[in-house]
Each structure stands twice: as C-alpha cells, then as structure tokens.
Antibody, heavy 119, light 108 residues
Framework: QVQLQESGPGLVKPSETLSLTCAVS?????????WGWMRQPPGKGLEWIGH???????YYNPSLKSRVTISVDTSKNQFSLKVTSVTAADTAVYYC????????????WGQGTLVTVSS | EIVLTQSPGTLSLSPGERATLSCRAS???????LAWYQQKPGQAPRLLIY???SRATGIPDRFSGSGSGTDFTLTISRLEPEDFAVYYC?????????FGQGTKLAIK
C-alpha cells in the first residue's frame, strides 16, 4: 500500500524559499508513475502545483512555474518542492500525491502539511 | 484555463436522502477527464470517481458520476453519516489541471 508523508518547516518568512519533502513508502519511485504537489489555502479550494517522474521530467502550473521547482531523489524514495519568493498568498496546506498512471488525477494523497508565510 | 464551478455551495440533507452535486466547466472537458474527491475536516482528499463515471477502488456503489462536455454530476444515492464532507471536482484533460471550489454536504 502506497503511503506518502510531507515534511518541512511550518513557518517561512516572506521573500524566502519554501522547501518541502514527500517521503514515499510501499512503492519505489524508480518503478514509475508521476508524483505531484497540490496546495489548499485556508478555507479555500485546491490548486495543482506540478508533478515529476522518476527521470526528472516535470510539469508545472503556468501560474507558479517561475517560482516552483520539483525534484526527485530515487535513492531516498522521495521528491521535493521548492517555492521561491514566497508571500502570504503562499500560505496553505501542501499535499503530495501519486498521479494516476497515464492520467492527471491523483491517488493516494499524503496527509498534508500547513506552511504559513509570516515574518 | 478551464474554470470549474460547483453548485450548490452548501447542500443540507438528512441521512438516507439522495444527494446531487453539480460541476460545470467553462469549456468542454477533454474526453470526460473529470474526477471527484471527498475531503473531511483535517484530512487529505480521497479519490471517488475518475473518467467522469468510474468508481475508484473501494468506493461504495452508492457513489456515482455522470456527465460529459461541460456538465458533470456526482450522485450519492442514500446518504450515510460518513458521507457528510466537502466534495471537489477536478478536470485533468487540459493543463493547468483545475479544481472546483467545492460543495459542502452538511447534515440537515
């Protein structure tokens, strides 16, 4: 059974870089699939950020592309998210998830981690 | 970008009743690439439906999806107490892959 777990700082200062990691268990990332990130601002809906495969091929939401980098570390069976130049608008619960085979919906998801941007 | 509009914003029903949730797209969704998720407070979204009408693994058959083009529906035939949650639709045919704003299913 595939399980995903996000980790990283819960508080980031404005203009700094948000960094999160998603550890995958129960499945080897190097076997395949894409692995993605979504976020949900408090009280709001969901936003797709982007996803990556084991070879490092990435797809990003155009609205975030200039500030986002997703990377993969198959040796640690994890993938990561970096968002640069953060503002209060980046405050959200960040989720990692596995993209379905050949389709861009996601299942399963990690439990999510709240990142607050504040000085 | 495809904008998904869900209605109603809140739906108040009683256990045992039938729930009908709507998701309307600003333009046609490619190949009915439309998914539905359920989210309970403090939990991650859970995939219910993909391809507009296919149930995900382990999802009870009281959940069904239908629709094509720009109009999609999630139906819960007989509400169980555990079904009261927020439901999101997502289109995954055209990047950026967008979500609706959600419908809250509340106990009446």
């Amino acid at each position: 059974q595939v399980q995903l777990q996000e980790s990283g700082p819960g508080l980031v200062k404005p203009s700094e870089t948000l960094s999160l990691t998603c550890a995958v268990s129960g499945y080897s990332i190097s076997r395949g699939y894409f692995w993605g990130w979504m976020r949900q601002p408090p009280g709001k809906g969901l936003e797709w950020i982007g996803h990556i495969d084991h070879s490092g091929n990435t797809y990003y939401n155009p609205s975030l592309k200039s500030r986002v980098t997703i990377s993969v570390d198959t040796s640690k069976n994890q993938f990561s998210l970096k968002v640069t130049s953060v503002t209060a608008a980046d405050t959200a619960v960040y989720y990692c998830a596995r993209r379905a085979y050949a389709h861009n919906y996601f299942d399963p998801w990690g439990q999510g981690t709240l990142v607050t941007v504040s000085s | 970008e495809i904008v998904l509009t869900q209605s109603p914003g809140t739906l108040s029903l009683s256990p045992g009743e039938r729930a009908t949730l709507s998701c309307r797209a600003s333009q046609s969704v490619t190949s009915s690439y439309l998914a539905w998720y359920q989210q309970k407070p403090g939990q991650a979204p859970r995939l219910l439906i993909y391809g507009a009408s296919s149930r995900a693994t382990g999802i009870p058959d009281r959940f069904s999806g239908s629709g094509s083009g720009t109009d999609f529906t999630l139906t819960i035939s007989r509400l169980e107490p555990e079904d009261f949650a927020v439901y999101y639709c997502q289109q995954y045919g055209s990047s950026p892959y967008s979500f609706g704003q959600g419908t809250k299913l509340a106990i009446k």
